[in-house]
């Protein structure tokens, strides 16, 4: 089975400033993708970056990127200039290569831009 | 183009009756799947259709239902409804060929 570990249930930042949000997972896989969604309070969950495992480049979405550490099965999101519209839970999930599969998400962290 | 939509958005039942969610995917997409979120929690995994069939199912007993629908729309049915079912119940589509799911804005379930 599949297991994502977020240990940050809480975060802030100053508006400007940059955050970096942690995510690890187990899996016994080697081809898969990983995903960070936020939810803000109107709780649609957006899909913020995605990864494919077998991609060494880490994936950049403007003032979004993440490190992507396959060895270490870690799978952090760096947020660039906070803006307060970031301020939202934050999910990490993983999803097996293969048409079809579930996504596996983590239990969140709730970041909060300060003004 | 409409995203994922859902309905209805709240929802108050009271122990032992029955429900059904409904959910209409992204244009263009044919594979449903259905997420329950409890409160301060990640969502967990109900189960997925495509073609009409369910193809897989997380770790939920069979008081959890769905169909699929000819047009892709879906439903999600709970029977006999707990305490703990209440929660907020997400809806996600996707391209059978692709990776990404796209999430509708979820019916929040209270069961008193």
């Known amino acids: 089975a599949q297991t994502v570990t977020q240990s940050q249930p809480e975060m802030s930042v100053q508006e400007a400033e940059t955050v970096t949000l942690s995510c690890t997972y187990d899996?016994?896989?080697?081809?898969?993708?990983l995903f960070w969604y936020k939810q803000p309070p109107s709780r649609q969950m957006i899909l913020v970056i995605r990864q494919e495992a077998y991609k060494q480049q880490n994936a950049t979405e403007n003032r979004f990127s993440v490190n992507f550490q396959k060895a270490a099965k870690s799978f952090s999101l760096k947020i660039s200039d906070s803006q307060l519209g970031d301020t939202a839970m934050y999910f990490c999930?993983?999803?097996?290569?293969?048409?079809?599969?579930?996504?596996?998400f983590g239990t969140g962290t709730s970041l909060t831009v300060i003004p | 183009d409409a995203g994922v939509t859902q309905s209805p958005t709240h929802l108050i039942k009271t122990r032992g009756q029955q429900v059904t969610l409904r959910c209409s995917p992204k244009s263009g997409h044919d594979t449903v799947s259905w997420y329950q979120q409890a409160l301060g929690q990640g969502p967990q995994f109900i189960f997925q259709?495509?073609?009409?069939?369910?193809?897989q199912r997380g770790n939920f007993p069979d008081r959890f239902s769905g169909h699929q629908f000819p047009n892709y729309s879906s439903e999600l049915n709970v029977n006999a409804l707990l305490l703990g079912d209440s929660a907020l119940y997400l809806c996600?589509?996707?391209?059978?060929?692709?990776?990404?799911?796209?999430f509708g804005p979820g019916t929040r379930l209270t069961v008193t």
């Open positions: 899996t016994s896989e080697n081809n898969y993708y």
């Open positions: 999930a993983f999803m097996k290569h293969g048409a079809g599969n579930q996504f596996y």
């Open positions: 259709y495509y073609e009409e069939e369910e193809r």
């Open positions: 996600a589509s996707r391209d059978r060929g692709a990776y990404e799911q796209y």
